[in-house]
Structure formats: structure tokens, C-alpha cells
């Protein structure tokens, strides 16, 4: 009886008054079953309160591990093509699991994989960027009053081959989706509550956050913080998409994802995040002359090695200068071989790199307008006797590299320090 006039509500409620609602599911949240049969009960809800709705499922927790040690086990040297339709079955499985979940709560549902849409990207596998979404017929389905579930992570090259979309590409899945349908918001359901100012499993007294700002969670994302793929928040800026960050398994309320004029009281420091996985390299005695930044930059970028902080120190004599970056530690062996090979065009004398290394990173709009954020940043550090390797700065952001042991220290007394433990 219930069902029967939920049915006739949505019946006469029109399609321009209905909202439309993307919902993600991360691995945690679909980690089993019953886990999947909990969120499908979630959308259910949402669907029987008169929206549309469009569903992406991440593969189950563990599952994406399992492929690429199966890949690797089967040829350590592997065709990232194979390689992707590989790590792409996790997702699909549960895309295919919550739509029978979806019907069997007695809402239409069907799943549509990322080549049936399509969603089009280009041909970089492993991590392919998102060039064109065709969200034509599950437009029209969802306003059909059908559920749509969608695969994250993968999308379909120029060649007709499945691509994937790099760890957190479900995000972006979600967010793309959310901007190509114009949704009235994407939410994202994870086994946090929130964005919080700082990781509570070292921070006891970090606190939730309501609301943080693109820029903000952006460079919380790209520094360390791993709730929300970095990619998927920038173009949720691009596309002005609404994000929210909920937890799956309760119903209090996340933390939302906004620009910043919606923040009417912004905070010096809104976050700080870490990354305990860095490594530094240091040319020594570089020609500091035009070109040589290219030779050295372009090569690794080439090798797929992300570069992050950057410092370069010019001798006395002003003809050669020291320059050290940091990379990932898992591509630090690789960027060594890289500047190796190329030691006598680029004309270094000597490489020098370090590891067991962790960088810091206090982000807030508000440092626009406030002084002496880094000068309390520095002074926290050095009453702690932890020593800074390397300085970045941005807008709204500063990051130092420090050792890694000092890491839980720095974090707590930073976030003491900024005033965030209120």
C-alpha cells in the first residue's frame, strides 16, 4: 500500500519540480551485501521523496587490490589496455549487484557501464581524463522514474577500449555525471562523516567540518587528505556541482563542498593535511642557464613522475645553481634512472635524495587576508625541534617537508596552534 502511493505521488509531481540526486557509493560502503542491499535502501529513500536518481558504485573494499596482484602475479610487465578491463570488472560487479538490489526493493532500476553511456576519455590508461560524458538516454530514463547505476572509475577510449580513471575515480565518475546532468548535488557516501580539520585517527580533537570551500578541499585533496579524489573536486569547481561527504552507515550530516562566497565567516586555517609517502631529490651544482629546468622537468613528466615542491638555490658565482623537488617515495627509484640517463645533457654533478619523509600542509582561505600564518607555523615547529626540509607555499596554502617520525607531533601541535582543537 505504501509503495502503491509512493508510486502515485511521484506520478503527479513533474519532472521540472523533481531534484536530481547523484549518489556514490565508496568501496566500504559497498564492502558486502548486505552493505549493498543497506545503500540500496538509501537510494530507495531518496527516490520515494520524489527525485530523480543516478547511482556510481566503487568496486567492494579490497577488491581493486586483489586484480592488480592477480595482473601483476599473471605478467609483471603488463598491457595497461588488459590492465584496465582487469581492474574495471570490480566496479561493474557491484553496479550490476545494487540495481538487483534497487529492483528488489520494487524501483526500476538498470545498470548502464561506462562504455554504454558512453562516458568518452582519452586514451591514457591507467589514469585517462574524462573528455565527454552522452548522458542522453539516462536522461531520459531517470525521468522515466528509473534508477541508473553507474560503474565509477572507468570510461571508453577513442580506440573502443576500456579506460580507468585512477584511485578515486569514482569521484570523478559521480561529479562528471552530476555536471552533465546539472544535479542539484552529488552525494558522497564514504565510512567518514565529513571532512575534518585533521585525520581524527591522530588528532583526537580535530572537529567536522559544515562546510569547506573548492579551493580549500582541493589543495586538502592534493596535499595528503584522501576523502575526496582531487580531480573530482576540481571539476566539481568547473561545474559548480554541489558536493556533499556523508557517512554510509548513519544519518547525521556531512560536510558540503561550496564556493566560497557561500562561507560567510572564513577561518585562517580550515584543515591540515599530511602525506607520509614523500621523497626528496636534490641535482647538485646544475648550469643555471635557460633550458635546464625543461631538460630535467620534461623527461620525468614524460615517465609519468609527479613532481610536487620545488626549490632551487642559485651559488655565489650565479653559474650554477642547486635544485631540489620531491616526488612520491614509490617513484623515487624511478626519477633517479630518469635523471641518471640523462646526467650529461642536463649537466649535474651529483644526485642526492632522501626518503622516510612527510609533508605538512595548513590550507585556509582566510590566509588571504591575515598575516603571520607561516610565521606561526614556523615558530610551532621549531619549539617542537622539528626540522624543515622544504617550504611550498600557495594562496591558501603552505606546506613544509619534514621526517616522517616527527609527523603525528607536527600534526597536533599545529592544529593546536591555529586554534582549531575549540
Not at 579506460?163 to 559521480?174: C, H, N, Y
Not at 581524527?200 to 575526496?228: F, W
Not at 584543515?271 to 643555471?288: C, N, Q, W
Request: net charge negative; aromatic share 4%.
Amino acid at each position: 500500500m505504501i509503495i502503491y502511493l509512493l508510486r502515485l505521488f511521484r506520478k503527479h509531481v513533474s519532472v521540472a519540480d523533481m531534484s536530481c540526486i547523484v549518489q556514490k557509493f565508496g568501496g566500504t560502503s559497498v564492502a558486502d551485501i548486505d552493505c549493498i542491499k543497506m545503500a540500496a535502501k538509501r537510494v530507495v529513500s531518496a527516490y520515494n521523496s520524489g527525485n530523480q536518481m543516478v547511482v556510481v558504485v566503487s568496486a567492494m573494499a579490497g577488491v581493486t587490490n586483489n586484480l592488480i596482484e592477480l595482473t601483476e602475479q599473471v605478467n609483471g610487465i603488463f598491457d595497461v589496455r588488459e590492465y584496465d578491463v582487469i581492474l574495471s570488472s570490480g566496479e561493474q560487479t557491484n553496479a550490476g549487484l545494487m540495481a538487483l538490489a534497487i529492483q528488489d526493493l520494487g524501483i526500476q532500476a538498470r545498470s548502464w557501464l561506462g562504455w554504454q553511456l558512453p562516458i568518452k576519455t582519452d586514451s591514457k590508461y591507467g589514469r585517462a581524463r574524462i573528455t565527454e560524458i552522452d548522458i542522453s538516454e539516462i536522461k531520459k530514463r531517470i525521468e522515466n522514474n528509473e534508477v541508473a547505476v553507474v560503474p565509477g572509475f572507468q570510461g571508453l577510449s577513442k580506440e573502443n577500449r576500456i579506460t580507468t580513471l585512477g584511485r578515486g575515480g569514482s569521484d570523478l565518475t559521480a561529479v562528471a555525471i552530476a555536471g552533465a546532468l546539472n544535479a542539484d548535488r552529488c552525494e558522497i557516501y564514504t565510512d567518514v562523516d565529513g571532512i575534518y580539520t585533521c585525520d581524527p585517527r591522530i588528532v583526537s580533537k580535530a572537529k567536522k567540518l559544515d562546510k569547506v570551500t573548492y579551493e580549500e578541499m582541493l589543495e586538502l585533496a592534493s596535499q595528503g587528505a584522501r576523502v575526496l579524489q582531487a580531480r573530482s573536486v576540481e571539476l566539481a569547481k568547473n561545474h559548480g556541482v554541489r558536493v556533499e561527504v556523508k557517512s554510509a552507515f548513519t544519518d547525521t550530516p556531512g560536510t558540503q563542498v561550496v564556493s566560497e562566497d557561500e562561507i560567510l565567516e572564513k577561518e585562517v586555517v580550515s584543515g591540515i593535511s599530511y602525506s607520509s609517502d614523500e621523497a626528496k631529490i636534490t641535482l647538485r651544482r646544475v648550469k643555471d642557464q635557460p633550458g635546464v629546468a625543461a631538460g630535467i622537468f620534461g623527461p620525468l613528466a614524460d615517465a609519468s613522475v609527479n613532481v610536487d615542491m620545488i626549490v632551487q638555490n642559485v651559488s655565489e658565482d650565479g653559474k650554477t645553481t642547486d635544485l631540489t623537488f620531491t616526488v612520491t617515495a614509490k617513484d623515487l627509484n624511478h626519477a633517479k634512472e630518469v635523471l641518471s640517463e640523462k646526467k650529461s645533457k642536463i649537466g649535474f654533478d651529483e644526485l642526492v635524495s632522501d626518503s622516510n619523509l612527510s609533508k605538512i600542509s595548513i590550507v585556509g582561505v582566510g590566509m588571504r587576508s591575515n598575516t603571520g600564518v607561516a610565521k606561526t607555523m614556523f615558530n610551532t615547529l621549531a619549539k617542537k625541534n622539528i626540522n624543515i626540509k622544504v617550504i611550498s607555499t600557495s594562496e591558501i596554502k603552505i606546506s613544509v617537508l619534514i621526517d616522517t617520525e616527527y609527523t603525528e607531533l607536527a600534526l597536533r601541535a599545529l592544529h593546536s596552534a591555529y586554534g582549531l582543537d575549540q
